[in-house]
């Protein structure tokens, strides 16, 4: 992310949230880029999950859109209302024009989460190259008043579970070291720990740093 975009998204989070959060949240930023990057990775074979099945409580819907079309105007204010609205629209329309879905999953029909995937490559250089039947899950987002529920873990599940009729590859999501929550809710759901790694992009090449220290994780990229 540029430094304009990044200026662009810390001011709209002060027209809304106020100065003392707003210096909290630049704070928080800057302690995970500086101190925390490195990524959990995890992947699941698809090949191996089950048919979509009715778990889901009846008050909870999962919507697959493929379009920007496909949005209603009321769901995409609610995304767009998280940061910068138009630097979110701008993202929103480049992610659909690569050939990525967009996840939802509602509660009482109002939206509560969502999340992305995209089949054969990745929005931004990625720790390795995707086959064209593997997908990778990525930006996915609660909403506050809807945390603490396992919705997340339950939208994750559900996409597994729907693009394995339609895939036959390995689907990979990552986590930042420091986000404990998220860490937490991948492990309900069928992904399995691949390893730890950094990331670097300098100059326009694209540089992946792997722990080497856990067995299992040498042997899954072995896999790859």
Partial sequence: MGISSSVS???AYYTRH???????????AARRALFSSRSVLFY????TQAAPSADLPSSLKVERKESAAELSHGDLQEMISV?????A???IK???????????????????????TLQGRTVEPHFFPLGQDDVHLFDFHVFPQYRGRGLNPSLVTQILRKLSRDCH?????????WNQPQLSSLTKTPFHRFGRAKKFTI???TMVYWEANETVEHEQKDKL
């Fill in 9 to 11: 998204r810390l001011g």
């Fill in 94 to 116: 480049e992610r659909f024009d690569l050939g990525a879905s967009l996840w939802m999953i509602k509660s009482c029909d109002k939206l509560a989460g969502y999340g992305w």
């Fill in 18 to 28: 106020g100065f003392v959060e707003t210096i909290h949240r630049a704070g928080l």
């Fill in 83 to 87: 940061w910068n609205p138009k630097l």
């Fill in 44 to 47: 699941c074979d698809l090949a």
């Fill in 169 to 177: 590859g390995r689907a990979f999501i990552e986590a930042a070291e």
């Fill in 203 to 205: 100059f326009g090449r």
């Fill in 89 to 91: 629209q701008r993202n």
